[in-house]
């Protein structure tokens, strides 16, 4: 019952509160998603601390690690990952559909292409059906879950009593009424079943029902079981003990709330007692959602909030588990173009910030590297995966010295610092 409510809250966090950015996306542009770090060196160094002689070393590390850049361009069928540093390419991998199968090829490895035949592919991508949907449209699998909401709510809403005016501190907020909910575990667990039941009924929940059925189905369904028919069977037999065996006793759930002389709450929040060491504090706090959960000796917490901006919306996460303390705090920015922009803060134990990541999305693709093996020696990856690894060997030593060439002559200074330290001297004596 507990892991089934905290599912469905973080589905709730993740569904409602993440912005519906990339629906107005140009897909027939492609598409491509940027990623980059830029971490806050002296706050790292004072965190882990650094062996006598090694600062110099860690600093270099950190320095070419804040200047790597990652670029990830798709277009139909085709694809190209790009990495740079300091805006110079390390690296370029084109891959793309060749042959009835997939073809990649590498700059640092311009004579060869690997081929993925029809064959493997096809059976890559069976396995892959069993347990990952390949099919899934998120806009319409995001709706099924939604659409039974609304009834779900509805049954809830019969359980809640009249607010009861004063002053109550909940969680180190005030609210001025409070409202109790009146339902058992029973109830609860059933309400939840039958809220399942009609998801599972909807069309577009199909692709989720096999990656689901691990949760809800003992026997994992083979490819000739209706999936839908396997889940309503699994849902009506746990239904059916609920209904005979199901826990009477009351949740412990009050809502509270700051409520106007009309009536209106301006923000709501719950308070879940699951049992005398576990609450859960869900609510709305003006253009705020909150989800926390707490163990009541101060051990754990894990805690999500998401606040709607003008410009997208400001998410935070935050970990705590004796002695541990992890937050996050994420800036998602609306490009206006159906793309965003993001930035994520990285804190440790009440650490300035370790550094922060950068992921963007945008409309449309730059692919400069066509995946095509014309001219080229074409190694198969099957012969690659079940051959010796000497051949994978000699390959990465042909694209090493050029690789390190490359990086020398972005940032000098700390690679030289570095292949020094690794006795490499310098690219060419590699």
Known sequence: MKKLISTLLILAVLLCSAPALANTLNTDKGLTAEFSVNV??????????????????????????????????????????????????????????????????????????????????????????????????VNEAAKALLRPLDNLLN??????????????????????ARIPVDLTKKEAELLLLQYAKEVVADPAAEPL??????????????????????????????????????????LDIVIYGDVSEYGVASKTYAEIKFDSYNTAYVGQLDNCFVLKVVENDGGHLLSISVDDTEKGALATFQYKEYGTDVLLKCDITDRGDGGFESRTDVYFNGSDSLGTVFFNLFSGANISLPANSSGKTVIDFEELASGSSQELQSLLMNA????????????????????????LGGVSGY
């Open 209 to 250: 029902l096999m990656p689901l059925s691990a949760f809800f189905i003992t026997n994992t369904p083979s490819e000739d079981v209706d999936l839908k028919e396997a889940f309503n069977e699994a849902l009506d037999s746990i239904i059916a003990r609920t209904e005979q065996y199901g826990d009477e006793t009351s």
């Open 40 to 137: 806050n060196s002296s706050a790292v160094m004072q965190l882990i601390g650094s062996a006598a002689g090694m600062e110099d070393t860690l600093g270099n590390v950190l320095s070419i690690l804040n200047n790597l850049k990652i670029k990830l361009a798709m277009k139909g069928q085709a694809g190209q990952l790009d990495v740079s540093l300091k805006n110079k390419q390390l690296i370029a991998l084109g891959f793309g559909a060749e042959n009835g199968g997939y073809t990649l090829v590498c700059d640092l490895l311009p004579e060869y292409a690997f081929h993925l035949s029809a064959e493997t592919l096809q059976k890559i991508n069976q396995e892959l059906s069993k347990s990952i949907p390949t099919d899934i449209n």
């Open 400 to 423: 090493l010295p050029t690789l390190l060439s490359k990086a020398q002559d972005a940032m000098p200074d700390e690679m030289g610092s570095l292949m020094q330290m690794l006795n």
């Open 155 to 176: 049954a809830v809403s019969q359980k809640v009593g009249a607010p009861e005016s004063g002053s109550y501190t909940v969680d180190g907020m005030e609210f001025n």
